[in-house]
């Protein structure tokens, strides 16, 4: 079998993964490297997105690495069973920060997250950089973090990458990649020490984001799940549209113990290379001791109308939920705060 050449053995790193390849003729590569912070506003905090913000252009030059999640209000908290520990939500967060580094064309601040100031990626800061001339946007979906005895931290996920392909009808295709990511801390953060990363092929979009409904209706059965890493990347920009980091977000759901959502009927408008829909939402939580807890509001998603980006599917852009007086679900109670505006 042929030799991957730098760009193809990065695109499949567009996980943010050194591939341990085993095809026998391309050799085996362990990953890792230092974690980054990202910056984050307030924990309680749920924005309301802009109707002039654009998906980027087809043509937009490298700016991201590979894949494909959504939010409970903050003052509803998750069972304690459901928040990862420390080091786990330290380890998603490097990912995270990783996949948002490469986004933003930071690629050394990407390749420094790799253990060893970026010698467990398997290539020198100059090939690692050249393996993403060709990408314009990675999303990612994230699995639930594991962690073993020996303090490692495997994150598993899924990535979309949209990259530039000259000879396709639109000029760009999406690519997709399965795997999984180790990590252990060390001075300065957690590192990335190998990644496990092969491309995987799927329906575009994924059913979940496939309508808005159907994005809400993932993202709640995330949280139900106490699958909040998943959670977490049904926002906007690889989870950064929730205003939050990976812990936040998390924390926030420390006594929820489970979570629904009942959803009107959507508005939708128009804007530059983008469609968003307004859905009215009424959530019902029970926490941890038993009480329950009814939220009402809207969700406002976008989904990029520009191809291919529009195959990526519906993702959270914002929200206004706030607290209200208790209604059963399925109750008219519930039915008239939909139609209504939650009045």
């Not at 193809?8 to 980054?36: E, F, K, V, W």
């Not at 933003?104 to 993403?132: D, P, V």
């Not at 946007?137 to 994150?155: C, H, N, R, Y």
């Not at 496939?210 to 909040?228: F, K, N, R, V």
């Amino acid at each position: 079998m042929r030799r991957l050449t730098s760009i193809a053995y990065n695109r499949i790193l567009l996980a943010g993964a050194a591939l341990i390849l085993t095809l026998a003729s391309c050799g085996t590569q362990p990953i890792s490297a230092p974690t980054a912070t990202v910056p984050v506003p307030s924990a309680t905090t749920v924005p309301q997105p802009s109707a002039t913000s654009t998906p980027p252009a087809p043509t937009v030059a490298a700016t991201a690495t590979p894949v494909a999640t959504t939010l409970l209000p903050t003052a509803i908290p998750a069972a304690p069973t459901a928040v990862p520990t420390v080091s786990q939500s330290a380890a998603v967060q490097t990912i995270l920060a990783y996949y948002n580094n490469i986004n933003q064309k930071e690629y050394e601040a990407s390749y420094r997250l790799w253990a060893n100031n970026g010698a467990a990626s398997g290539q020198t800061l100059a090939q690692f950089t050249a393996g993403f001339t060709q990408t314009v946007q990675v999303d990612i979906q994230l699995g639930e973090p594991t962690a073993a005895a020996d303090s490692v931290v495997t994150v598993p996920l899924t990535i979309l990458s949209v990259v530039n392909t000259p000879g396709s009808t639109t000029g760009q295709t999406i690519e997709q990649y399965q795997g999984t990511y180790m990590l252990v801390p060390n001075t300065g953060g957690w590192h990335i020490t190998s990644a496990q990363i092969a491309a995987s092929s799927g329906t575009l979009p994924p059913a979940t984001l496939a309508t808005p409904e159907s994005a809400l209706q993932g993202y709640y059965a995330a949280i139900d799940q106490h699958a909040l890493a998943q959670a977490f990347t049904y926002w906007s920009g690889n989870g950064q549209a929730s205003q939050q980091t990976f812990e936040q977000f998390a924390t926030g759901y420390a006594h929820t113990a489970s979570a629904t959502i009942a959803l009107g009927k959507g508005q939708g408008q128009g804007a530059a290379g983008s469609v968003y829909t307004d859905i009215p939402s009424v959530v019902h939580a029970t926490t941890s001791d038993g009480s329950q807890q009814t939220f009402c509001g809207t969700y406002t998603l976008r989904r990029s109308n520009v191809p291919p980006f529009d195959k990526l599917g519906w993702q959270i852009e914002g929200a206004k939920i706030a607290a209200h007086a208790y209604v059963a679900p399925g109750s008219p109670e519930e039915q008239q705060l939909l139609v209504n505006g939650c009045s």
